[in-house]
């Protein structure tokens, strides 16, 4: 079971806000997903190469041609506050 | 260890009881992180061209915006910019390459990761001079964010403006090995890097329009040890001389954390050229708020982008790309030429000095200038009178002309200040036959040492003060015996020539 301490530390990372109730059950649940993906090691894997995609497809590049952009406006409708020029966030330094 | 110190004093880690044994027994260790923006037309996952001061986000779309359903594709030319630098560099180029993402909130950075590489970067390893290189891998860069201040015209104080322009443009992070020992060594091999990837056409290397970055780690351990102290990040270094200057700042300020026997802490810092330090020295040098370890960015591959596979027809093609490189210029020049250290690595870093001296050097003037004094009057006197950094090719100045000059200097058929008096026609007018000015202004050396003998012989009874201190051994005061030959001879006299007739003529 992993610690309080840690579910905090990655609810933290993860910008998410668990109240105090949450945090057990949250521990719980994570330990279980944990335990699961734990089992994958007791096989013998060391000359099976990593599975990073489920097709063997390489060298999908693309040209270095430009394509058009979105107009500004449309861009900014997507966001929740903008400025004349800008997407406004709420400051990181403040 | 001495015994004074030994047994006095607070125990304190190995480190600074070293330090304080000599006071200067500490070796500063340094490495370099260099962001090189490449010089692509689009940015690195998508076809947004890249921005140069275009009006705010109107160069986004959905996948440098980060919109849900959006799908990176990696740019060939990006990757074969990678290559470039790898092969530059000396580097092992993988087979196959992978992007992770590195996962971190920050408003610059619409998905809440940045594409970047972990366990397998495009190129491993290498070496450009005395510094071993890490690797080398590609990732994108960030959206600029602006903050208002209190005195913002936006909502008071606590709100940012994010211009996602920049978001997605290619960069190549070079990480070097801590082989660097001083803030001079690491801005000069910094120099080095940046003149070599100018050549390679792969960025425009601007420092002050951030298309070179550099961080720097810095640690500092006992002189002659093999291990490494703690070390911090040192951010924000946008000039050479705010590189020379953070890195010296950070090491003081890491040497009295050390010999006052407290214990470097890890950590980021920002790097203010525009304060002053606690201590009074330039710049002060400021925490980051700490960001993630290294673990807490949660690398995982990258399931948008498949692997890169770099196939012979790739390293083919970024091989023929490359031309000759700063470094090797410079050790041709000094191997086939002879050209002193010093002048070989001036021609060789700045490409269009290195290429007028060899159109010059081409030019099989008669009589031949040797290539020194080629080298010397083209990075002296024809750069100082074409003002900082000009190319000489696009001056009057054609360079089989100057090849001539230098020529008929050599040969002492010009003096040098004759010499220079044509250089500035030159420059001014142009022409191609040096021998022709020299000619019509009546500059040539003056031949027989009878006619140059009697004008010395004038200077130095017009100046007989002057000439008793010389003959009585203060040399420095044959400058106004010398002074009045050229006037006399408007030039035209050799100086070493005029010296010795000096000499002889007052019998010393």
Known sequence: MIERDEVLHVARLARLALSDEEIEPMARELSAVLDHVAKIGELSLDDVAPTLHVVEVTGALRPDEPRPSLPREVAFEQAPEVGDEGFLVPSPQA | MSEGTAGAGPVSADASAAASDSGAALEPVIGLEIHVQLATATKMFCGCELSFGQPPNTRTCPVCLGLPGSLPVANERAVHFGLMIGLALGSQLAPRSIFHRKNYFYPDLPKGYQISQYDEPLCLGGRLGEVRIHRVHLEEDAAKLIHVGESGRIHGSDTSVVDFNRGGTPLAEIVTEPDLRSPEQASEWLRLLRATLRQLGVSDVNMEEGSLRCDANISLRPAGSEELGVKTELKNMNSFRFIERGIRAEIERQREIIES????????????????????????????????????????????????????????????????????????????????ADSAQLLAFRSELGDYFEAAHAAHADPSPPAQALANWIS??????????????????????????????????????????????????????????????????????????????????????????????????????????????????????VTRLVHEQLGI
């Open chain 2, 261 to 340: 026997g407290d214990t470097v802490v890890q950590e980021t810092l920002h790097f203010d050229p525009t304060t002053r330090s606690a201590g009074g020295g330039a710049g002060a040098i400021t925490s980051l708020r700490s960001k993630e370890q290294a673990h807490d960015y949660r690398y995982f591959p990258e399931p948008d982008l498949l692997p890169v596979a770099i196939d012979e027809a790739m390293r083919q093609a970024a091989r023929e790309a490359m031309s000759e490189l700063p470094a090797q210029r410079a050790e041709r020049y000094r191997r086939e030429l002879k050209l002193s």
């Open chain 2, 380 to 497: 002296g006197d024809l750069a100082a009178r074409l003002g900082d950094g000009e190319d000489p090719a696009a001056s009057r100045v054609q360079a089989p002309a100057l090849a001539a000059l230098v020529g008929l200097v050599a040969a002492k058929r010009v003096s040098v200040g004759a010499g220079r008096q044509v250089l500035d026609k030159l420059v001014a007018e142009g022409g191609e036959d040096p021998a022709a000015i020299v000619e019509a202004q009546g500059l040539a050396s003056l031949g027989g040492e009878d006619e140059l003998g009697a004008i010395v012989a004038a200077a130095l009874a017009a100046n007989a003060d002057a000439a008793e201190r010389v003959r009585a051994g203060n040399e420095k005061a044959i400058g106004p015996i010398v002074g009045a030959v050229m006037r006399e001879t408007k030039g035209r006299a050799d100086g070493t020539e």
